[in-house]
């Protein structure tokens, strides 16, 4: 289990009941979760007022309530990187608090190699990798196959004054951008890979975690560099547990690495109580280490 505690403009301050009572910054949303399987002490609502409630539609989807009147977006912080939030379709806020451990890691890994380092960011959404890696020193490929989510990258990347570092921004089917730097022999030092669960590409290429994954990850090792650094795989998908990750990338990365697999979980105000955000694979290359 890997836990980040460095936030300061974001914390769970409560759960139970399927729900997850959170402050961003100065705000609080109520968001459902599908991993809070228990019961609150008391309603959420009680902890503290929600500024918006996330309501699910019996059909399918759901929209917002909002108590207070929200700005469209605001701006929150991890250390010295920014991110620009909003309430969005489908309960999302634009950010995945929970990558911020993987963030840390990442930054470390590209400081410590001491060598220019080439990263491939897919399904990379808004860009908290991008940032990270970016704020590390390294180049960024940033692919993704929703243009609004590319957008939203960028502006991240401005608000943390990164916008003159070495990055380009694709929107596109990732498999089909993967094939094509196969063939134009481009490599990377790293990968990172945050797939969904189910989705469809830019001209509606279907995407399904379980049946594609492994095929997709194989494809991905065919672009790495000759001296990797790492290859980080996210999983959201639920019975995709860490030992699967690393079945995965053992079965599919270069020989001669090390690879890791673990819980990714966030910090809660409630004594005793973690919230469970998803999976993480990681393949370090031949002679990486990270503690």
């Known amino acids: 289990m890997r836990i980040n505690k460095e936030w300061k403009d974001y914390i769970i301050i409560a759960t139970g009941d399927g729900e997850k009572l959170e402050r961003w910054k100065d705000f609080v949303l109520l968001r459902p979760d599908p991993q809070v399987i228990w019961h609150s002490t008391k309603p959420l609502a009680q902890f503290a007022k929600p500024s918006a409630r996330y309501l699910r539609s019996s059909t399918g989807g759901g929209h917002w309530e909002y108590n207070t009147k929200l700005p469209e977006s605001w701006v929150v912080s991890w250390r010295n990187l920014k991110f620009r939030v909003r309430p969005m379709n489908f309960k999302h806020t634009g950010l995945f608090p929970e990558q911020a451990t993987n963030w840390d890691m990442m930054i470390k890994l590209i400081k410590d190699a001491n060598r220019p380092i080439s990263v491939l960011n897919l399904f990379a959404y808004t860009g908290g990798a991008t940032v990270a890696c970016l704020s590390a020193g390294a180049s960024v490929c940033h692919v993704d196959a929703a243009k609004n989510m590319v957008e939203m990258a960028k502006e991240n990347v401005a608000l943390s004054g990164l916008s003159d570092r070495p990055v380009r921004y694709i929107v596109d089917d990732c498999r089909k951008f993967v094939r094509r730097e196969i063939n134009r022999g481009h490599r990377y030092d790293a990968i990172i890979m945050d797939p969904p669960s189910f989705g469809r590409g830019s001209n509606g290429e279907e995407w399904k975690m379980e049946r594609d994954i492994c095929d997709f990850v194989a494809l991905c090792s065919q672009v790495l560099s000759e001296k990797p650094l790492f290859v980080l795989l996210n999983s959201y998908t639920t019975g995709l547990q860490p030992a699967v990750l690393c079945n995965l990338l053992n079965r ?32 370090l290359g031949e002679g990486v280490d990270y503690e």
Request: aromatic share 6%; with cysteine.
């Open 252 to 283: 599919t990365m270069p020989s001669g690495g090390k690879v890791t697999a673990y819980e990714v979980c966030l910090p809660t105000q409630e004594e005793g109580v973690v919230l469970p955000c998803g999976a993480s694979g990681l393949y």
